[in-house]
């Protein structure tokens, strides 16, 4: 996707110095972490598990970050959400990466037990990690210094074995063949967490996890798994099938938008100035900066509707109804507040102009100058 590189902004700074950018995410309603993964020096980037809930998030972030996009993971078909793969391929044109096992459509790159999943100059090991589902799989990163788990391994549990061809015999050989053999020092990132746990170690996990941990046997884990009596995923029936579409709606046909709206990571609705100028007639163009500012040296778009910040709560009822309304200021940030306030206010169709006056006027469009404020 083409980002808009902010002015002064680095990949490898937002990596925290480290030539890998990490960034974990989460999805409340269903406790679900999402995890994005990319090489500082190349750009390229993986994302395990996306939510298709937080498609738009997830995307902005990418966007905003700079990544070139590889592939979208999933650790396995999930039965709690839908994943948010198929969006992600639609918008990045990144590869569909599940096991091979699960045998779902759309999936551009099935995952065996020894592949590796390149993304510039680093890779993820894949691991067979069954029992949860027949095809869970873990993602070991290049250096084992981090696992991400799905739902073989939670912090302090682990997924349960009791649907889905699920079996606890083969999750405790997946997990002490294949987890507990990576370094102690190994951070595991898991597929959930519902009580803000985010994070464990190998080293934790064979020590304190309260089903395998400590001195468990096999005959432990599996007495324990075989009589955990959850309740059914209420999700699953509409889960399980989306998943093995790598969640592409069934009409991905979507009604056309007003306009090519973006959300920023910020969450709000943005729109270019290249759009902006060709559907001028179409919308309220609303500047929310100072009486001062709008006739002075800056100047103002022409046509464009002045309302003060400060009082625009007071003067909502100046701005025509029944047509669009595009906010404005000249960096963008007063009017994004703005844009938050009219959402508040009910309006429905509204958007930001991302970078205000100045990106108008870097894209050499034109303004007006020294003409009389409002209108
Ligand atoms: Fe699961």
């Known amino acids: 996707m083409a980002a808009t590189p902010a002015p002064g902004y680095l990949l490898l700074a937002a990596a925290g110095g480290s030539s890998l950018l990490f960034r974990q995410l989460f999805d409340a309603p269903t406790g679900t972490f999402t995890y994005l993964l990319a090489d500082g020096h190349t750009g390229k980037g993986l994302i395990i598990d996306t939510v298709f ?73 894949v691991r067979a990690t069954p029992g949860h589902t027949d095809g869970c799989i873990s993602f070991v990163l290049d250096d084992q210094s981090m696992v991400f788990s799905g739902d073989a391994l939670l912090v302090r549990g682990c997924g349960r074995c009791d649907f889905q061809q699920g079996n606890a015999h083969t999750l405790w050989n997946s997990i002490t063949g294949q987890i507990w053999t990576l370094p102690d020092s190994c951070l595991i990132f898991p597929g959930h967490d519902y009580t803000g746990r985010n ?52 009409n991905p046909e979507t009604p056309p938008a007003w306009a090519p709206i973006r959300h920023s990571y910020a969450g709000l609705p943005e729109l270019r100035p290249t759009w902006l100028v060709a559907h001028q007639g179409d919308v309220t163009l609303l500047d929310v900066r100072s009486t001062e500012e709008f006739g002075g040296p800056d100047g103002h778009v022409r046509g464009s509707l002045l309302i003060p910040l400060p009082e625009l709560e007071a003067r909502l009822g100046e701005i025509p109804t029944g047509r669009p309304v595009v906010v404005l200021c000249h960096s963008g940030s007063r009017s994004a507040l703005a844009t938050q306030q009219l959402i508040k206010a009910g309006l429905r169709q509204v958007a930001n102009l991302h970078g205000g006056l100045r990106a108008w006027t870097a894209e050499g469009l034109p303004v007006e100058r020294f003409s009389s404020a409002g209108g």
């Open 53 to 125: 809930d937080q498609h738009g998030r997830d995307l902005a972030l990418i966007d905003e970050l700079g990544i070139d996009l590889v592939a979208s993971l999933d650790t396995h078909a999930h039965a709690d959400h839908v994943t948010g793969s198929w969006l992600m391929h639609a918008a990045t044109g990144c590869t569909i990466g599940l096991a091979a096992a699960a045998r779902a459509e759309n999936v551009t790159l099935p995952l065996s037990h020894g592949d590796r999943v390149v993304f510039g100059g680093r890779s993820l090991e």
């Open 199 to 250: 994070v464990t170690s190998v080293a934790e996990e064979k020590a304190f996890n309260a089903r395998l941990g400590g001195n468990a046997t096999e005959r432990d884990f599996v007495g324990y798994m075989d009589n955990m009596k959850l309740p059914h995923p209420h999700r699953i029936a509409e889960a399980l099938p989306a998943n093995l579409r790598s969640g592409k709606p069934r």
